[in-house]
Structures are given as C-alpha cells and as structure tokens.
C-alpha cells in the first residue's frame, strides 16, 4: 500500500518562496504520472501541476512561471519549487497519482500572508 507524505510547507510572506516535497512509500512511482493538487479553505481541491513518468510537465494557468514540479526517481519524491507566491496560493497541498489516485497524505499546509 502506497503512503504519500508531504512536507514543506509553513508561513511565508507574498512574494517568497517556498519548496515542497512529496515521498512515496510502500512502491516505486518511477513510471507513473504524478501530480500537486491543493485544497483552499472552503473550496474543491484543485489540480496544480503534473509530471509524466518522462518527466513532460503541465501547469494550472493560476501557477504557470511562478511553480515548477519535478522528480527524483531514485528518492521516490516529487518536488513543487514555489516561487512569488500570492495569498491566494494559500491551501493544503497534496500530492498523488492522478491515474490511479492512491490513499491522499495528510497535506502540508501553505499560508502566503499579504
């Protein structure tokens, strides 16, 4: 059974950075697409950003220039580098496979403060 653990978030002020980490245990997810999704107080999780098994990367138009996800196969860990963060990235940011959709983590909360 494959267990995602997120990592990296906390406080930051508008206009920072933040660098967010996801580890899979239980399976290797060199093949698979992976992808950020995040939760914001009140709404639907939202897809972020996606990385195929090949490393080809796509973007909600909300981040596009400002994140970029990537892979370390051999960690079993996915990356989200956020930079000039807004208030509104504020959310609970989660990580999965958007194929087979496996138990969700517990998230890493993000606050972007204005």
């Known amino acids: 059974q494959v267990q995602l653990v997120e990592s990296g978030g906390g406080l930051v002020q508008a206009g920072g950075f933040m660098r967010l980490s996801c580890a899979a245990s239980g399976s290797s997810f060199g093949g698979y697409a992976m992808a950020w999704y995040r939760q914001a107080p009140g709404k639907q999780r939202e897809f972020v950003a996606g990385i195929t098994g090949g490393g080809v990367t796509n973007y909600v138009d909300s981040v596009k220039g400002r994140f970029t996800i990537s892979r370390d196969n051999a960690k079993n860990t996915i990356y989200l580098q956020m930079n000039s963060l807004k208030p509104e990235d504020t959310a609970v940011y989660y990580c999965?496979?958007?194929?087979?959709?496996?138990?969700w983590g517990q998230g890493t909360q993000v606050t972007v403060s204005s």
């Open positions: 999965n496979n958007p194929s087979i959709g496996w138990a």
